[in-house]
């Protein structure tokens, strides 16, 4: 009997679909419905142990309105919308005061609980980041501010420090990212800023970040992913996200980062491009070869084509010719000698006057046989 064969992929290929089916599952549900492109965007980032997905989206939006201290006839031009994935609230709203209000959010009140929480205004549309870096750690947000959003850099909007770091993100308007910024009289090398995955460094779990982290007395090991593991805990890490020996998302795992939206834009675009050009390419082809034979028909005949159209003209009329002599009626009485001979032709003498000497030789010979 023939050996059957597993079906079944080895293990190493099913812990890598399983990999990516998870982080395709992390991504789709931090996604955020369609709001309002012209609409200011603000992030409600709750702490204190809040999770958003216990509670309502009603009454989180009542528990935000209060807290903005937006009057009830004015709610219904904004939008409220939690994100359970990355525990956060999204606020759409059209008027500026309202967005003002929402980004001066402290603390969010449920029920007899309070939660500290703090806002912010997302980046509008048709904006991208970009990021310089070796910026000095005592250079606070105003000389950041007034370094960087200068006549001499006309795209930058917003500039802002992340963390505690040495690096600077840079707000430009439209969607394209200068290679160099100029910081006061330096000339700095700008790159695309990278969005990373979020991961809590509190819980060790993935989509959402430690401030707003919902399990503060709930964790996993980032390593062997062991529950609640203790102080001492040692074991052999393994990334959930490229598979290799650091714990998930450490800060050397190059697949933490996301793909820039600027880049995503150009490989779709590329792509539209070439199919566009595959089908145009298609559609010419019976184009051609519908041209090809219309030029064949109304342009004249090649020199070759003439000359045997004319060939096999010439051959029909001479053989039309030939079939109308053949078919002349000849008298019974008529003789060759009738005909103009050549010798009379270049003396000149005409078909007449041959004729009537051979009349007159005829009748003295009709005369003499009488005789």
Known sequence: MPEQRSEQPPIGESDKKQREQRLR??????????????????????????????????RIANSVYQAADIPR????????????????IVVSTPV?????????????????QEFEASAYEAAPENTSKGVIRGIPLDDTA??????????????ALV????????????????????????YGGALIRCSLYRKQLDVCYHCGRLGHRADVCPNPNDKICRGCRMPNPPENHE?????????????????????????????RKRRWERSRQEQENTSYAAQERPSNANSASDQSESFPRLAHERRSRSRSRNKSR????????????QSPGADASFRVSWADKVKG???????????????????????
């Open 318 to 329: 001479s053989k039309s010719r030939s079939q109308s002599r053949s078919r002349e009626p």
């Open 96 to 112: 500026e005061e309202h967005a003002n209000r929402y980004q001066r959010i402290a603390c969010i009140k449920l029920g007899t």
């Open 25 to 58: 599952q992390i991504t789709r549900a931090s996604r955020m419905p369609q709001l309002p492109r012209q609409d200011y965007k603000i992030i409600v980032r709750p702490r204190g142990g809040l999770r958003v997905s216990d509670h309502g989206a009603a």
């Open 235 to 263: 074991c052999k890490a393994r990334c959930q996200l490229c598979d290799q020996d650091h714990p998930t998302a450490d800060r050397t795992c190059k697949a933490r980062y996301k793909t820039p939206f600027l880049v």
């Open 159 to 182: 500039a802002k420090r992340m963390g505690n770091t040495t690096n600077v993100i840079v707000l430009f308007d439209g969607y394209r990212v200068p290679s160099y910024v100029k």
């Open 73 to 88: 006839e004015a709610r219904e031009q904004d939008t409220i919308c939690p994100n359970y994935q990355q525990n956060i």
């Open 349 to 371: 003498a005409s078909a007449e006057a041959s004729c009537d000497e051979k009349v007159a030789k005829l009748e003295d010979e009709l005369a003499n046989l009488n005789k």
């Open 142 to 155: 105003r000389d950041i501010t007034a370094n960087v959003i200068t006549p001499r850099n006309p795209t």
